[in-house]
């Protein structure tokens, strides 16, 4: 309430000084208003036709440079997004070509080291069976020795204790 009566007063000071000093100022002489008002159309015409002919155009120049300028923008950001999204597509498909390739050679690594271990295991068995046909020929030559070392040894002691009894046997005779 306080700042429209404020305000009040305000507007109503103002009317007043302008009608008390209407005499003195120019712009409220009836006398002069036909003059105020060509000045005005003067005036208002040159701005008019200035802000037409002037800063109209220039600022829908300035307007449509921008518009170009945005669309050329949004062009080449679209240009751009596409050759992004083809390079990633090429990057992609190289990865996957790539992660083919290693399983492709792991697969074949897989396969060489499996046929190594089983050459490996191959041979070690052959070995193995070598090793235990050579242990089986050198006991059976061993055993071949003992056996003619035992038989000749047998012989031997055979044809000692055959003297030894001759030997008996003729003492025995001879007595």
Same mark, same amino acid.
């Given at each position: 309430?306080?700042?429209?009566?404020?305000?009040?007063?305000?507007?109503?000071?103002?009317?007043?000084?302008?009608?008390?000093?209407?005499?003195?100022?120019?712009?409220?002489?009836?006398?002069?208003?036909?003059?105020?008002?060509?000045?005005?159309?003067?005036?208002?015409?040159?701005?008019?036709?200035?802000?037409?002919?002037?800063?109209?155009?220039?600022?829908?120049?300035?307007?449509?440079?921008?518009?170009?300028?945005?669309?050329?923008?949004?062009?080449?950001?679209?240009?751009?997004?596409?050759?992004?999204?083809?390079?990633?597509?090429?990057?992609?498909?190289? #990865?996957?070509? *790539?992660?083919? +390739?290693?399983?492709?050679?792991?697969?074949?690594?897989?396969?060489? &080291?499996? @046929? /190594? $271990?089983?050459?490996?295991?191959?041979?070690?068995?052959?070995?193995?069976?070598?090793?235990?046909?050579?242990? #089986?020929?050198? *006991?059976?030559? +061993?055993?071949?020795?003992?056996?003619?070392?035992?038989?000749?040894? &047998?012989? @031997? /002691? $055979?044809?000692?204790?055959?003297?030894?009894?001759?030997?008996?046997?003729?003492?025995?005779?001879?007595?």
């Amino acid at each position: 309430m306080k700042v429209n009566h404020l305000i009040l007063r305000v507007i109503l000071f103002l009317c007043c000084s302008v009608s008390l000093h209407a005499e003195q100022l120019p712009q409220f002489d009836s006398k002069k208003y036909s003059q105020q008002v060509f000045w005005l159309i003067i005036i208002f015409s040159l701005l008019y036709t200035f802000i037409k002919y002037f800063v109209i155009p220039s600022i829908v120049k300035l307007k449509d440079k921008r518009k170009n300028r945005i669309l050329d923008t949004l062009e080449k950001t679209s240009k751009i997004n596409k050759e992004i999204m083809k390079i990633e597509k090429e990057i992609n498909e190289t #990865q996957l070509d *790539i992660l083919q +390739t290693e399983i492709a050679i792991n697969d074949d690594i897989n396969k060489k &080291v499996a @046929k /190594l $271990t089983r050459q490996k295991n191959e041979a070690f068995e052959e070995y193995k069976t070598e090793q235990n046909n050579m242990s #089986q020929a050198k *006991i059976v030559s +061993t055993q071949k020795i003992y056996h003619k070392t035992f038989h000749a040894d &047998v012989n @031997k /002691l $055979t044809k000692i204790i055959l003297q030894k009894i001759n030997l008996q046997q003729y003492e025995n005779k001879v007595k």
